[in-house]
């Protein structure tokens, strides 16, 4: 069983943190390049950061740039989203999938049933 799952999600401040985890099953995740995708109530689904699958190379929409941190950890089989200064308008639900294309590519073939990340004080 092919799977990504998401926890980390929560209720958080304006300015405040939270970390996110996508924790891959029935596949080897360090094989495979990550994204992290969002996607606020009303509007369209976005990328907003991937990871290679050596995590030698790491992308970032640039509304995230900066607050945002992608990381790996293939011992655990789990990709990271470390969410610093959050604003109001992160708040979204948050997938991870994975894009077996790499992350300058646009595929992605298995996805997370999402955690949801409000901000608001």
């Known amino acids: 069983q092919v799977q990504l799952v998401e926890s980390g999600g929560g209720l958080v401040q304006p300015g405040g943190s939270l970390r996110l985890s996508c924790a891959a099953s029935?596949?080897?995740?360090?094989?495979?390049?990550i994204g992290w995708f969002r996607q606020a109530p009303g509007k369209e689904r976005e990328r907003i950061s991937c990871?290679?699958?050596?995590?030698?190379?790491?992308y970032y929409k640039d509304s995230v740039k900066g607050r945002f941190t992608i990381s790996r950890d293939n011992a655990k089989n789990t990709v990271y989203l470390q969410m610093n200064s959050l604003k109001p308008e992160d708040t979204a639900v948050y997938y991870c999938?994975?894009?077996?294309?790499?992350?300058?590519?646009?595929?992605?073939?298995?996805w997370g049933q999402g955690t949801p990340v409000t901000v608001s004080s």
């Open positions: 029935g596949f080897a995740l360090t094989y495979y390049a």
């Open positions: 999938a994975r894009a077996y294309s790499g992350c300058t590519g646009s595929r992605t073939d298995v």
């Open positions: 990871i290679s699958n050596g995590g030698g190379s790491t």
